[in-house]
T-cell receptor, first 112, second 118 residues
């Protein structure tokens, strides 16, 4: 069975600071991992995904994530936060059945 | 290309009433998903269609929830009768299909319908 854990519910950073959102996964098969972003009153948008190959994955809006099998982690980072990054972020994984399992999400706030 | 459309955007009902949500996926997308997102939680898959057939409805509370995709395009999700714990955002998503490795086909999400049950 697949699952993801996102510790904490809220992260606050200053504009221009590093963004780090943590995600750990559990999977009985090689995982396929995703980060989605949800802006207020909108649906989810795919930021990036890891399927196979390169473990450092680059996504939209300057975000990237690194798959670390030894740590069962897929943390999301951005070198410099922008006010427009304020949103809710979800980590998800899927197994052989292509069914997405989401974490509970983390709200990112960006201070001026 | 137009995105996934959902209506209504907001709905308030009394408990024990019925409610229906509508979803129009991206043109040409064979796979359609309905998710329930309770406040403070991530989306949970309720049902997955491939064309007009059900692929997975293992987490759909079938005593009160039903969904259909009769012509393999639009879909409706119904709750009858509603309970307080059904208050949530109901998200519809679509993807091109299920071919290829897991996650190969990106799911595109609609804006959701926010349901409040009083």
């Amino acid at each position: 069975a697949q699952s993801v854990t996102q510790l904490g519910s809220h992260v606050s950073v200053s504009e221009g600071a590093l963004v780090l959102l943590r995600c750990n996964y559990s999977s009985s098969v090689p995982p396929y991992l995703f980060w989605y972003v949800q802006y207020p009153n909108q649906g989810l948008q795919l930021l990036l995904k890891y399927t196979t190959g390169a473990t450092l994955v680059k996504g939209i809006n300057g975000f990237e994530a690194e798959f670390k099998k030894s740590e069962t982690s897929f943390h999301l980072t951005k070198p410099s936060a922008h006010m427009s990054d304020a949103a809710e972020y979800f980590c998800a994984n899927t197994g052989a059945n292509s069914k997405l399992t989401f974490g509970k999400g983390i709200t990112l706030s960006v201070r001026p | 290309e137009a995105g996934v459309a959902q209506s209504p955007r907001y709905k308030i009902i009394e408990k024990r009433q019925s409610v229906a949500f509508w979803c129009n996926p991206i043109s040409g997308h064979a796979t359609l998903y309905w998710y329930q997102q309770i406040l403070g939680q991530g989306p949970k898959l309720l049902i997955q269609f491939q064309n007009n057939g059900v692929v997975d409805d293992s987490q759909l509370p079938k005593d009160r929830f039903s969904a259909e995709r009769l012509k393999g395009v639009d879909s409706t999700l119904k709750i009858q009768p509603a309970k307080l714990e059904d208050s949530a955002v109901y998200l519809c998503a679509s993807s091109r299909g299920l071919a290829g490795p897991p996650g190969h086909n990106e799911q595109f999400f609609g804006p959701g319908t926010r349901l409040t049950v009083l």
